[in-house]
Nanobody
Framework: QVQLVESGGGLVQAGGSLRLSCAAS????????MGWYRQAPGKQRELVAV???????NYADSVKGRFTISRDSFKNTVYLQMNMLKPEDTAVYYC?????????WGQGTQVTVSS
């Protein structure tokens, strides 16, 4: 099992920025696709961004052009840079490590965007 710890959430005004961090327990990026998901109150958890072992990224249409996923393999950390935040971005954000047949999840970090 991969241990994941998120940090960097908080309260920010619309139009502001936050950077989320996800620290992983070891060198996993070569075999795991890393992702950020979010879950807003009353809504289903949704994929925000992913980065594959080869470094290919993909984003939900709702965040494309505003969010950037990246990783630092030396630090075993994946990041989500969130710019131009909107109130609808308010959610608990979860870090995910995925390989065939198994998912690992962090505990989540709250992001609240005020209008």
């Amino acid at each position: 099992q991969v241990q994941l710890v998120e940090s960097g959430g908080g309260l920010v005004q619309a139009g502001g920025s936050l950077r989320l961090s996800c620290a992983a327990s070891g060198s996993i990026f070569r075999i795991n696709t890393m992702g950020w998901y979010r879950q807003a109150p009353g809504k289903q958890r949704e994929l925000v961004a992913v980065i594959s072992p080869s470094g290919v990224t993909n984003y939900a249409d709702s965040v494309k052009g505003r969010f950037t996923i990246s990783r630092d393999s030396f630090k075993n950390t994946v990041y989500l840079q969130m710019n131009m935040l909107k109130p609808e971005d308010t959610a608990v954000y979860y870090c995910n490590a995925r390989k065939i047949g198994f998912d690992s999840w962090g505990q989540g970090t709250q992001v609240t965007v005020s209008s």
